[in-house]
């Protein structure tokens, strides 16, 4: 059993790392290097912008500029999770307080007994 279990563990490993290994750059990304690769749908919508409307100003300016695009993607992971935390949370509360209230209705009705009507 514990040969099969490292057979199933290192297939697992080997499709995670291999597709990895053997990726290459999507089209039309190869002068630009690794911000072409990493770059998100805001700089492509400012491309679009600039080649449509030249001469567009934008209104905002924006309040915290990240010194790189790699501090940027942090930023955006770190929002995601905390995010999806408060979401779980919530839920989790939500569950929780369902059962409470379930459970306590079971041990109201178990109390009163059974009615001779």
């Known amino acids: 059993m514990k040969t099969r279990s490292w057979l199933l563990w290192a297939a697992i490993v080997l499709l995670t790392v291999l597709p990895l290994c ?40 924006p309040v915290f500029e990240p ?16 995010g999806a935390g408060v979401i779980g949370y919530w839920l989790g509360l939500s569950v929780a307080r369902e059962r409470s209230r379930k459970s306590e209705l079971a041990v109201a009705s178990s109390e009163q007994g059974p009615r001779a009507d």
Do not use: V
């Open 22 to 61: 053997l990726i290459s750059a999507p089209p039309g990304t190869q002068g630009s290097g690794a911000a072409a690769l990493f770059g998100g749908s805001d700089d492509r919508a400012q491309q679009a912008i600039g080649t449509i409307a030249p001469h567009y100003k934008p209104w905002f300016a």
């Open 67 to 82: 010194a790189s695009s790699e501090i940027a993607s942090l930023l955006f992971a770190l929002q995601a999770a905390i």
